[in-house]
């Protein structure tokens, strides 16, 4: 058994080839002999799957043993991409893998190519998620993931004409070898019906009779830690037809309609709601939220009574975060269990409840604020409407005592919202109930506590707190970037920097070293070289390696300002094609590079997408130009294509209206990987200055505080004679589609332009400006580079973690020892 401690399974080249040509033969069913890339991907995969599950064993029973404080992060989104090379790389055995491969004739790059993403999330938040379970697993600490298991994951985005076309993500079409089907975890979760009184032992206690009962099955996804044997679990629940049949209807012969019914159940969990904006209130986006919520709780207190048979010590073994409002129906679903099914008494239950829940919002605007229509809740979930209007009475009540009877900021403060529809708003009901309300950067959390959240941050200013976002060094330096991984290791003279991110710092006495620089501009030559092959191989376009690489790459929103960057792009454009031919030498020649999704209702957004096809169309085709100026659009971006990108560019945008994105977590791995932003001073990028300073940035445009007075000059605001031109090419169809692109024109014009595209564009140009100046010294660019990467560390999402296990959650790590 001593043998056995650290598992049955060798990571040396040649177990490795034994156990991948097994998979081949048993698991993939090919023979040994004649397989194929993807064929060798799936067997490789199951090998390493195999070591992932025998750390997850041993890291659940020592935690078992242990029994420590759990934190269970509940979020509806998990955009985990691709698993092969961060397995490989947390487990430490990417080299050996590479050695087993490449004896059978196998490039391990190629194979890691076969795997598609794990797109079950839209966008920051999401993969946020996914950085936070890596750090959480890599740190140590007792964490489990809970969320969907979507049959059909984000869109695929397919580009015909410049028009953005959706396709269903059917992921699961050959499998997923990084998933464990767990058929004997799974609950039923119950829909509908009416609540019942019922007098037990001389009390009277409701009772929940459901109309509809669904099974979720559990899927357990191993999360690896780096550098550490503990292997956390994300479990995502699958919607199944639940056991009982009604045997009614296969009596009555209608047998079809019996099948098509017990079919429904699975549509709960088929697909991911691509929009990242408003919530429509839609019934099955609602089902999909108390699905996962139930069938969740359910397994953290079955776990929880395994050990303990008091609640009171409840808090005491769990904490629960709420990854933004989409699963807060936890909390009237917590105190439906703890007083229909488990009688603790109402205050005892909502004692506890207040305990074990926070909640972190990622979102600026009111209007992105998560509001429930009461008759949608009733008809769905009857028990929990009523649960949510006793939490309200009781804290109107309680409201009443400390402000008094005034009825704006009562009506301001209720969690239901009266009014034609009625709502139930959930950010309140979160903050009611949640002991943490966490912005997810510093002047997020200003925002929350000055505008969205006022009203309660001044009754309750101890809750709202930040943790600035962060993203995983793993994932986004050691595997995209394993040529900068390496020299960051060799300079360092350790690798210890990618568990302890601070250690980069170590890099700023070298930034204006020159053998540094020299070896720092060739790791970034030969991932330009791989960009621009991609580029050429998804666009046809030919870009050239001396250009400057911008790069735009996020979910398109007009706050984003995609278009922003689009028109500086024509101002360019025009300004080379009126430039004397002798001054054309003076231009720093750019490959501007944008792309994104668009919520597939999102029709302004989706015009962004097609103007920027149609400029590309102009610029690229004018042999005038040449490469001094190329656009292009990257279809489909996804996890995989951002692994790709980011460590071949130059500058990434970040230009949001100060004050509209939350944190933004692209800009934190940009600057890991050294290349530098053009911004605002907006979100997380406030504190990005903070750290390597505004000398190594591009700044420009209003600061948070100036918006709103901006805003009110309305009409009178005044824009650049050059703005007024490039909008004018766009209405006037020197691009083509004018109709299309009226309405888009009308955003910005007219005195309607609430993002400040107009009052931003001088200082958008001129730090374009400085851009290109920057990049003609290229011994200036690569210390400015050097020195992002130096101080990128505070943006790990380790450092995130670490601030949430002590000042939110108070879980300490338990360490598997064997
Ligand atoms: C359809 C409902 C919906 C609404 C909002 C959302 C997310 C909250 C939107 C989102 O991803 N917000 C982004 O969260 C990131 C992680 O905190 C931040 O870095 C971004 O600034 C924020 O826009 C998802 C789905």
Not at 436 to 461: A, C, I, M
Not at 621 to 631: A, Q
Not at 803 to 814: D, H, N, V
Request: glycine content about 6%; hydrophobic content about 40%.
């Amino acid at each position: 058994i001593l043998g056995l401690m650290d598992g049955f399974l060798k990571n040396d080249p040649v177990s490795l080839q034994k156990d991948i040509l097994e998979h081949v033969e048993y698991t993939v069913a090919r023979s040994r002999f004649s397989f194929d890339d993807f064929e060798a991907y799936q067997a490789l995969s199951h090998s390493v799957r195999d070591r992932l599950i025998e750390r997850w064993h041993d890291t659940q029973v020592y935690f078992k043993r242990k029994d420590p404080k759990r934190l269970y992060f509940l979020s509806l989104e998990f955009l985990m991409g691709r698993s092969l090379s961060n397995s490989v790389i947390n487990l430490g055995i990417r080299d050996q893998c590479a050695d087993a491969l490449s004896q059978l004739g196998f490039e391990f790059e190629v194979l890691a190519e076969q795997e598609g993403d794990a797109a079950l999330g839209n966008g920051g938040l999401a993969r946020l998620s996914a950085c936070q379970m890596d750090s959480l697993a890599t740190l140590d600490y007792p964490a489990w993931g809970y969320g969907l298991r979507y049959q059909y994951g984000l869109f695929r985005q397919v580009i015909l004409d410049g028009f953005q076309h959706e396709q269903p993500d059917y992921w699961l079409n050959f499998g997923n070898p990084w998933e464990i089907e767990r058929v004997h975890v799974s609950y039923a979760v119950k829909f509908y019906g009416n609540v019942e009184e019922e007098i037990l032992n001389g009390e009277k206690c409701k009772v929940w009779i459901p109309g509809e009962t669904v099974e979720a099955v559990a899927y357990d996804n191993p999360i690896p830690g780096y550098g550490t044997r503990n292997t956390v679990n994300l479990r995502l629940w699958a919607a199944k037809p639940s056991g009982q049949h009604d045997m009614e209807s296969y009596n009555t012969g209608d047998y079809i309609n019996a099948v098509v019914n017990r079919q429904r159940a699975e549509t709960i969990s088929s697909v991911l709601y691509p929009d990242d904006r408003s919530h429509q209130g839609k019934e099955l986006r609602l089902k999909q939220q108390y699905f996962f919520v139930s069938a969740s709780l359910q397994d953290i207190i079955r776990r929880f009574k395994e050990a303990h048979d008091n609640f009171d010590v409840f808090p005491e073994k769990v904490a629960l975060q709420l990854n933004d409002t989409h699963p807060s129906l936890a909390i009237p679903e917590v105190m439906r269990v703890l007083v229909d099914e488990e009688h603790l008494g109402w205050n005892r239950a909502w004692d506890i409840v207040c305990k074990i829940f926070s909640f972190t919002t990622h979102t600026v605007l009111p209007e992105g604020l998560e509001k429930i229509p009461v008759d949608l809740l009733e008809s769905l979930l009857p028990r929990h409407l009523q649960i949510i209007y006793d939490i309200n009475f009781n804290f109107m009540e309680e409201l009443k005592k400390k402000i008094g009877l005034d009825y704006d900021r009562l009506s301001r403060m209720s969690i239901v919202e009266e009014g034609a529809v009625k709502n139930i708003r959930m950010a309140n009901l979160s903050i009611v109930c949640c002991h943490t309300v966490d912005g997810v950067s510093r002047v997020h959390s200003e925002l929350l506590k000055s505008r969205v959240f006022k009203d309660f941050y001044e009754l309750w200013p101890q809750k709202f707190q930040y943790k600035t976002n962060g993203v995983t060094q793993r994932r986004w330096i050691v595997v995209s970037n394993p040529g900068l991984s390496a020299l960051i290791s060799k300079w360092l003279g350790t690798e210890a920097w990618i568990r302890d991110v601070d250690l980069l710092t170590g890099l700023r006495e070298y930034a204006a070293d020159a053998d540094l620089q020299q070896e720092w501009k060739m790791v970034r030559k030969v991932n330009k070289m791989r960009l621009a092959e991609y580029i050429e191989a998804m666009s046809g376009v030919k870009v050239s390696l001396d250009a400057m690489f911008d790069v735009q790459i996020k979910r398109i929103h007009e706050y984003k300002r995609q278009l922003l960057n689009i028109l500086s792009i024509i101002h360019r454009y025009d300004c080379i094609k009126n430039m004397e031919k002798s001054d054309r030498r003076k231009v720093v020649p750019r490959v501007c590079i944008i792309g994104g999704k668009a919520a597939p209702g999102y029709e302004i957004a989706k015009k962004i997408i097609k103007l920027c096809h149609a400029v590309a169309e102009k610029i690229n085709n004018d042999t005038d130009v040449g490469d001094l100026l190329k656009l292009v659009f990257i279809p489909d971006y996804n996890v995989s294509v951002a692994e790709l990108v980011i460590p071949g560019a130059d500058l990434s945008q970040h230009i949001s209206t100060a004050g509209h994105e939350a944190s933004g977590t692209g800009s934190m791995k940009f600057l890991m990987n050294g290349c530098l932003l053009l911004a605002t001073a907006d979100g997380s990028t406030i504190e990005i200055i903070e750290e390597i300073g505004s000398d190594n940035m591009f700044l420009f445009g209003a600061k948070v505080h100036e918006v709103q007075a901006l805003r009110e000059k309305g009409p009178a605001l005044k824009t650049p004679l050059q703005f007024a031109r490039v909008v004018k090419m766009v209405r006037d169809g020197y691009f083509g589609f004018e109709d299309h692109f009226k309405s888009l024109c009308d955003t910005v014009e007219g005195g309607s332009d609430f993002y400040l595209l107009g009052s931003d564009f001088a200082s958008y140009l001129e730090a374009q400006a400085a851009a290109d100046k920057a990049f003609v010294d290229q011994e200036k660019w690569t210390r400015m580079s050097i020195l992002s990467t130096a101080g990128s560390g505070r943006f790990s999402s380790d450092r995130t973690m670490e601030e949430y296990a002590k000042k939110t959650w108070g879980i300490e790590p338990c360490k598997c020892p064997f």
